[in-house]
């Protein structure tokens, strides 16, 4: 490698900072009451309604108690809900989307697809090649590295 600033490794964390600053724009834009964050969390459980805080820290890539905080805030905002239950010998806690919390995430769902499109227009590339190739390259580093987030 000639350069590290000319490198996929480098061109792609750059990419990525700049959509998360791009996401936290559309955000702030369109007056939306959570983060970027905060609504991947949504979007997660959404999808695995029983995920506990370990395994949706896992699934955000980040720490337990990062995630703690993002959960303590949508619960605060009203938007899940959140109860000790026990599993077996093991008290956890689950968290719930309330209705107002799934009314916000259908709206921002359908508000984003539109962005997403527009951003994109003009980019000529398949959206769904591109993801498979970024989690292939996700999966090779998490193989190849023993990757954790505290």
Do not use: W
Request: neutral net charge.
């Amino acid at each position: 490698m000639e350069h590290y600033t000319k490198s996929l490794l480098y061109e792609l964390e750059l990419t990525s900072r700049i959509l998360h600053e791009a996401a936290k724009c559309h955000f702030a834009k369109c007056n939306y009451p959570i983060t970027p964050e905060e609504f991947t969390i949504l979007d997660c459980l959404y999808l695995k309604p029983d995920i506990i805080q370990i395994d949706l820290a896992r699934m955000i890539l980040k720490g337990r108690a990062h995630t703690g905080r993002f959960l303590k805030s949508l619960e605060e905002k009203g938007l899940i809900e959140r109860k000790p239950v026990r599993i077996g010998s093991k008290s956890v806690t689950k968290n719930t989307i309330t209705k107002e919390g799934l009314a916000l995430y259908n709206r921002i769902c359908s508000e984003i697809d539109t962005y997403i499109e527009e951003t994109n227009s003009d980019v000529n590339i398949q959206v769904n090649d591109v993801i498979k190739l970024l989690q292939e390259i996700r999966k090779n580093c998490l193989e190849k590295f023993d990757i954790k987030f505290e």
